[in-house]
């Protein structure tokens, strides 16, 4: 889901004031990034039609600019050990919602520390479609426990897995596990897990790439 030139997967109201509590030495998903596109963004953009009403009515409120320092006050909960039984180095799904937000942020900009580790996350599909190359990017979304803003991480599926038949719907909510890793496209480097397993599939919110 790119600086240092890393790109990011999506991100929704607050990413602005989130980028300014981490390094922008970060990898880009399919939606943006600190001064380019993030993953975020991208992926963001794609749904920009379908929450216009809703972000109007955001903007007319006041931001609060504690927002931002939340994630980092909450992420000092008591510490979560991550390493899964079944050898998952890092297992996400572990986390509360604020905690996996603060996580995969931390991920995106230090994807140096989690290289060629197996990640575990649970989130909603988000799908960005390439028209320059006619190809489809996934990526699993988490948001943080207001739902105001979100993260996620690309995700390649192995190879057991038909493209695009067997990935799912934009919208599903998943459990996915992958190989960290980063790609280069250009200019930028992409985050994304590799050799991914669909370890959890529910469609009941297709169509949706945010939380009901």
């Known amino acids: ?39 975020n963004e991208v992926l963001a953009s794609g749904q920009q039609a379908a929450e216009s009403q809703k972000a109007a ?46 996580e995969v942020y931390n991920i995106m900009v230090n994807p140096d520390s989690c290289m060629g580790k197996t990640i575990r996350m649970k989130g909603l599909v988000a799908i960005y479609h390439d028209e320059t190359k006619d190809t489809d990017y996934y990526s699993c979304i988490v948001q943080d426990a207001t739902a105001c803003c979100a993260q996620g991480i690309e995700f390649k599926l192995a190879d057991n897995y038909r493209f695009p038949d067997d990935y799912p719907p934009e919208g599903s909510e998943i459990t996915v596990r992958g190989r960290f890793d980063v790609y280069k496209e250009g200019e930028y480097k992409y985050a994304v897990l590799k050799d991914a397993v669909l370890e959890k599939v529910n469609t009941e919110n297709e169509g949706e790439t945010t939380a009901p």
């Open 57 to 102: 009515s955001a903007s007319s409120e006041t931001v609060d600019v504690t927002a931002a320092s939340r994630v980092v006050e909450e992420s000092s909960e008591a510490p979560v050990d991550l390493k899964g039984a079944d050898g998952t180095d890092l297992d996400l799904t572990k986390l509360s919602a604020t905690m996996v937000f603060s």
């Open 1 to 39: 889901m790119r600086n240092k030139k890393y790109v990011w997967p999506m991100a929704l109201a607050l990413v602005l004031l989130l980028s300014a509590c981490g390094s922008a030495d970060g990898t880009k998903s399919r939606a943006g990034g600190s001064q380019t596109k993030s993953v």
